[in-house]
């Protein structure tokens, strides 16, 4: 019933930014707890950075701490994530996802988005 729409995926040249946002509908998005994860080809799903249901608490992985910035307008029903100094190996396949028990666990997700590809060159 929750369904989420990302955008701001792209080709981007190493050292450049984008923003990814991720519009929820259906759902309570103030109560969700947001996360952006990654996989890239051959390897596992991770998770880069997450956001608490009030906004006050965050989390990142170790490779992207500095350089990404995850943040929520809840007004827009909107989590962005913020990439600057991109790298090759920040190329990927992100996803956005909600947790509904509001807080910061990699495991909690239940709602999804459809991915969107973001290609870092040397």
């Known amino acids: 019933q929750v369904n989420l729409v990302e955008s701001g995926g792209g080709l981007v040249q190493a050292g450049g930014s984008l923003r990814l946002s991720c519009e929820a509908s259906?759902?309570?998005?103030?109560?969700?707890?947001m996360g952006w994860f990654r996989q890239a080809p051959g390897k596992e799903r991770e998770r880069v950075a997450a956001i608490n249901w009030s906004g006050g608490s965050t989390s990142y992985t170790d490779s992207v701490k500095g350089r990404f910035t995850i943040s929520r307008d809840n007004a827009k029903n909107t989590a962005y994530l913020q990439m600057n100094s991109l790298k090759p190996e920040d190329t990927a396949v992100y996803y956005c996802a909600a947790d509904p028990t509001g807080g910061l666990s990699r495991y909690g997700q239940k709602y999804w988005g459809q991915g969107t590809q973001v290609t870092v060159s040397v």
């Open positions: 259906g759902g309570t998005f103030t109560t969700y707890g």
